[in-house]
């Protein structure tokens, strides 16, 4: 599998974010999306999440699964969490392995189990989301990315609010998701702890392009 | 259908506990209704005559309640995100929502409804007719609800907007809702006429909202 853009350009709010951005990712591979603030960090993921409009250029999917699109093989990490506060720690993951998931819901209820003991939150199931703390919803929202299989993981600051434990457990479920053959785009400002990952700078881009994505490492 | 069975089963939870909305429309109506005994008086007859237009102008107040933060607390929270990012078609999904708005907010109405009615001298026979009224009539109000709720997403402060784009839709329901409710204990013309057009605005009014409203979301959302 193989995600590949071609001059990908995106265009929000009446500017330019980045323009003839060319990259590919395939599977098992990390890319590391830098950059300062506003490079277009975020408003990369959210291109290839399908959330924002592609202003020009091309993206494409080599090897997945024909009959979806490349939001529906994707999970997406954004700034906030998506978590209902009234609802409880169990409750929400549930719903979104019911939604996001194929499986019937009573094998989806078994996962969602093991992937709270995974994220380190299996004693705080009952308990509201509304108490939990910024690190605990953080991973609460990983762990949707557990109970649901998809090949895709765009995950954007992943290690903002977690400390350095949640951060080294992160690493070992990326490095999981590799080896299962997962590819995985990260916008970060800190290292992921990953031994093999390359580096996509968005610093440059407007300046000189069109520019193409070298490999860092 | 397992992703349309998540959502309707969510939105119902939140609107439940604590903070949800489907209390509040209740209460909202109740006070209304309740309110306009003292405002006219006790005149039986006149309350009579109007009660029904009254609960119906209720029924649609209260279901705007909690309509305005329908897809607005899941965009603050980046469910809209993940939702968009799902196999589940966004129609059914806004569909699913309205349906789940409906069964908490809209049907306790319907059930308060001819309790309530004693308040304004309905008896059971006209009581009987608003019921059937409210229930085929108010699905309506939530699935046209639905188009300014998705129109209002982003907007901080989308309640007044809410209020001023759906209200002018909803008055053919409102026209048809109330005739039908006093054709059947004043007349003049049979109850079917004007009961067979509020069917059709419904039917229509589920067929469009969720389109013209996943419309909406998708453009809001680039």
Sequence with gaps: MRLSTVDLACHRGGRDVFAALSFAVASGEVLAVTGRNGAGKSSLLRTIAGLVRIAGGKLTL?????????AE???????????????????????????????????????TGSALATVGLAELAELPAAYLSAGQRRRLSIARLLVVKRPIWLLDEP?????????????????AHLTEGGMILAATHSALGLPASRELRLDDIRATAPATAEAAS | MSALAAILVRDMRIAIRVGGGALMGVLFFLVVVTLVPFALGPDLPLLKRIGPAILWLAALLASLLALDRLFATDHEDGSLDLILMGRAPLELV????????????????????????????????????????LLVGTPALTFIGLIGAAIAVTLRRGGLLLAVIVLPLTVPVLIFGVAAANAAT???????????????????????????AA????????
């Design chain 1, 62 to 70: 080599e090897g997945g699964d024909p009959e979806l699109t490349i």
């Design chain 1, 73 to 111: 093989q994707a999970h997406y990490l954004g700034h906030q969490d998506a978590l209902k506060p009234a609802l409880s720690v169990a409750e929400n993951l549930k719903f979104w392995a019911g939604f996001l998931g194929s499986e019937p819901a009573d094998t989806a209820s078994a996962d």
């Design chain 1, 159 to 175: 290690t903002s609010t977690l400390d350095a434990a949640s951060q080294d457990r992160l690493a070992g479920l990326m490095r």
């Design chain 2, 94 to 133: 806004v569909a699913a929502k309205g349906l789940a708005h409906w069964l908490t907010t809209g049907l306790p109405l319907i059930i308060a409804a001819p309790l309530v009615g004693l308040l304004l001298n309905l008896d059971a026979a006209a009581g009987a007719a608003l019921v059937v009224t």
């Design chain 2, 186 to 212: 004043v007349g003049p013309v049979p109850f079917g006429t004007p009961f067979t057009i509020l069917c059709a605005l419904t039917l229509a009014s589920l067929v469009v909202g969720p389109f013209a």
């Design chain 2, 215 to 222: 419309a909406a979301l998708r453009q809001e959302m680039e």
